[in-house]
């Protein structure tokens, strides 16, 4: 459990360069550097987690205030690779956390993550296709009439992953779930003035949570086999 965490840790790094670096249409390869003076960082300016506290969320150059996604996605990736533990569900745990962060944050769920982690899916559980096609078709139903003023189109790739990775009847539950959250947060920003009713709001780190709490909280199927029994 230890390593895990460690593991994971490294892996939200690794996540938040990613991230970075697809918003700005770079190379991962290159060495990291502040976003402000562009001085490259060391190794001990790069830790997980602890160099943003030994540092105190400042550049070490310019003192440029850093954001607090990077230490926060550190740990969420670490404690969600010790919840899930090994298996195929810590790539997908990484897919989803891109997808969170940069619809949160860009209002686009980029492609380039989204449809490696649609086959992915596909490959390992070809068997829930049916939840996929649905999940996915209906979504795209939403982008369709609503000409993407409702739905985008990443928000249909999202559900295809969910159907392949959740099948039924799991699918149903995370995805009205989705709704939910979605809609407890639009009235919190409403009641608190800073939406309004007409405002978009990214509906991915909706779908990306639910899926994740049904990934490894499977309820509603122990409610059906509870209820069955």
């Not at 991230?19 to 790069?46: F, M, N, P, V």
């Not at 596909?122 to 000409?147: C, D, H, K, M, T």
């Not at 039924?168 to 407890?184: K, R, T, Y």
Request: aromatic residues 16%.
């Amino acid at each position: 459990m230890i390593f895990l965490f460690f593991f994971g840790l490294t892996i939200g790094s690794f996540l938040n360069v990613l991230i970075d670096r697809l918003a700005k249409k770079e190379s991962i390869l290159g060495r990291s550097y502040c976003d402000h003076c562009r001085k490259t960082l060391h190794w001990h300016q790069l830790v997980p987690v602890l160099s943003f506290i030994v540092y105190r969320a400042r550049c070490r150059y310019c003192q440029a205030k850093i954001s607090i996604q990077y230490p926060l996605l550190e740990l969420i990736t670490g404690i969600l690779f010790v919840l899930f533990g090994w298996g195929w569900n810590l790539i997908f745990v990484a897919i989803l956390l891109v997808i969170f962060v940069y619809d949160a944050k860009y209002m686009l769920v980029p492609d380039i993550i989204a449809i490696p982690g649609m086959i992915l899916a596909l490959i390992i559980s070809p068997e829930n296709w049916e939840a996929a096609a649905l999940s996915g078709g209906f979504f795209a139903f939403l982008v369709l009439i609503s000409r993407e003023k409702w739905m985008g189109w990443g928000d249909a790739e999202i559900a295809i992953i969910m159907g392949f990775l959740l099948g039924f009847p799991e699918i149903i539950f995370a995805l009205n779930l989705a709704f939910v959250l979605g809609s407890i947060y639009g009235i919190i920003l409403i009641a608190k003035k800073r939406r309004s009713l007409k405002s978009l709001i990214a509906f991915g780190p909706f779908l990306v949570s639910a899926t994740i709490i049904c990934l490894k909280f499977p309820i509603l199927e122990k409610v059906l086999a509870w209820w069955n029994y």
